[in-house]
């Protein structure tokens, strides 16, 4: 992969564009159980946002809501300022492109007829896209996977089908990704590699730009100082909302992180970039 390993600082934008998504009074859960409540969130277009939080915290459940394959208990989340309930599949899949935690590798499949999937919401019915074949070689080499074309996905290790997952959304080619613990099974060169790509990808053409020349990105990380690297927006989830959202410095404090974690630690900056860094002491309450 072509991005160099250490990521450059976000770039401060003096115009504040309208949000990518705006969460109303957003409450989400599965049967009875809320796991999300009341939540009233926006999240900066042309920009990447992290969400943080402890296991079971409802970030992913969040992620789910913004790519609709969750319906609200109560609540919207809107997109370009429609309703997403309103928005169809299709226009919605040529807008925002998901990548759940853990996918599913369907069997037999090569890794190019996979990442070739990515192209289904722009076809018509009577057959492919005249840009598929440009997208998804575009998409392989981006993430380093061209080798790999030929091989069946359920035959790669858990870090090369990781890099083709992304492959996957990178050729659905559209101005928002969401991307659910993007990272699992990489090496931190390729965590590195990977999240500098997303985060750096310039919009696709035809979509407007909205001041940084970059798409949308929201993901959810667990490791922190990497979190605190890649995002421009930082969200902690915690009791069932956000409780710190803002610049990585403003969210990455030891009082969040005792809040959202249970966890004592030192945060200082990086001495050459300035991101925080996460010094873990403990659990509260215990021995350091």
């Known amino acids: 992969m072509s991005i160099p390993a250490t990521l450059a600082p976000p770039v401060a934008d003096a115009a504040t564009p309208d949000p990518a998504f705006r969460l109303r009074g957003l409450t989400l859960g599965y049967g009875d159980e809320p796991v999300i409540s009341d939540l009233d969130l926006e999240i900066p277009a042309g920009r990447t946002t992290v969400f943080i939080g402890a296991n079971g915290c409802g970030k992913s459940t969040i992620l789910r809501a913004l790519g609709r394959q969750l319906g609200p208990v109560s609540g919207s989340v809107e997109v370009g300022g429609r309703d997403v309930a309103r928005v169809k599949a299709r226009d919605h899949a040529r807008s925002v492109a ?3 935690q853990s996918p599913l590798v369907p069997e037999g499949l090569t890794v190019a ?6 192209r289904h919401p722009h076809r018509s019915w009577w057959g492919s896209g005249d840009d598929d074949e440009a997208a998804v070689a575009e998409a392989l080499t981006l993430t380093g996977t061209t080798e790999f074309a030929h091989r069946r996905v359920d035959e790669l290790s ?3 089908r990781q890099r083709v997952w992304v492959a996957l959304v990178l050729a659905q080619a ?3 990704l969401l991307l659910d613990e993007p990272c699992s099974f990489l090496d931190l060169a390729h965590q590195m590699d990977v999240l500098g790509l997303v985060r750096d990808l310039p919009l696709p ?3 407007a730009d909205h001041g940084t020349g970059r798409r949308t990105v929201v993901a959810v990380l667990h490791e922190l100082t990497l979190a ?8 902690a989830v915690a009791e069932g909302g956000v409780v710190a959202a803002g610049p990585p410095e403003q969210v990455i404090t030891p009082e969040t992180l005792r809040r959202v974690f249970d966890l ?3 945060v200082i900056p990086d001495p050459k970039t300035g991101y925080p860094v996460v010094l873990p002491r403990g659990r ?3 021995t350091a």
């Open 98 to 100: 998901f990548l759940p």
């Open 113 to 118: 007829e996979l990442v070739e999937r990515g």
């Open 158 to 160: 858990g870090g090369q």
């Open 174 to 176: 559209t101005p928002t």
């Open 205 to 207: 053409a035809g979509h």
């Open 228 to 235: 605190a690297r890649v995002a421009d927006h930082l969200v």
């Open 264 to 266: 004592e630690a030192d």
């Open 284 to 286: 509260t309450g215990g």
